[in-house]
């Protein structure tokens, strides 16, 4: 039987990443042949990324970051099982590792992006391998960029939520940040008012329907007040128009033209793992 070396056991983690005693055992079934291993080991990930294909991955790592110049950005989101592992410095590294190849080739879409070669091979292919190196299902689920004046990041502490958000010009780089923040924490589902989609629009309408006949309200004035809750649906959910958590006493709105009239946001991303 082939005696298996701490040499041969290095090298082959250095190719995969796999865990040392994964390393030892694709070795041992290998003979010693250093890409039979490769091969052994890159099967096995697939093995386990079928096997737990109906798993849910539900924790993981969001991350967002921007170009030397601020002028474009863009944001992840890998996923896994469980908290121990979204913490795990190596999952974290891999998942830097793909932010910064997305930033380094500005990828159209989360399919282009796992299309991408990192040392040789796609993406796809090394997140197969993550979960031979993790045990869990590994996903990566989500990708957006956003080109701008300014785009500034924003990741929440322990990497559940990540934000992204373009201006219209450049500001002062704690300003890009309060919006990010703002993001994060109120989770605004449109831009403006013009920017929320018809099936929201027509979703609220009906809720807002059903609360004022549930109330009793007149017949001839249900109409009214669906759409005062609207208007109040719009303060709340639509960035532009919601009050700024650090003043309230402004909009978002308000808060970007008292720096600069000119300046307001073009686009914004937000990931978070709990939705």
């Not at 500034?152 to 990540?162: A, W």
Request: aromatic share 6%.
């Amino acid at each position: 039987m082939y005696q298996v070396s701490a040499t041969d056991v290095s090298k082959l983690r250095k190719i995969t990443s796999a865990g040392m005693m994964d390393c030892k055992k694709a070795l041992e079934e290998a003979n010693g042949d250093i890409e039979e291993a490769v091969q052994i080991v890159r099967k096995k990930g697939l093995a386990i990324a079928n096997k737990r294909s109906d798993r849910e991955a539900s924790e993981g790592a969001v991350l967002s970051k921007v170009t030397p110049d601020a002028k474009r950005g863009a944001v992840i989101v890998l996923n896994c099982e469980t908290d121990f592992v979204a913490k795990n410095e190596n999952f974290v590294g891999f998942a830097y590792k793909v932010l910064d190849l997305a930033l380094e080739n500005n990828p159209a879409n989360l399919d282009e992006l796992k299309q991408l070669k990192l040392d040789g091979r796609t993406v796809e292919e090394l997140v197969v391998e993550q979960s031979a190196n993790t045990g869990e299902k590994v996903d990566l689920s989500g990708y957006e960029k956003i080109e701008a004046a300014m785009v500034t990041p924003y990741i929440h502490p322990g990497n559940k939520v990540g934000t992204l958000v373009g201006f219209s010009v450049t500001a002062d780089i704690q300003v890009g940040k309060d919006v990010a923040m703002q993001i994060a924490a109120m989770a605004p589902v449109a831009l403006d008012k013009d920017d929320v989609s018809q099936k929201i629009l027509d979703q609220e309408m009906e809720i807002g329907r059903e609360q004022a006949t549930k109330e009793g309200k007149p017949a001839d004035m249900i109409e009214k007040i669906a759409l005062g809750k609207l208007n109040k649906f719009y303060k709340e959910s639509t960035l532009l128009n919601q009050e700024f958590v650090k003043d309230n006493k402004k909009t978002i709105r308000e808060y970007l033209q008292s720096i600069n009239k000119e300046l307001t946001v073009t686009a914004f991303k937000r990931f978070s793992l709990k939705g």
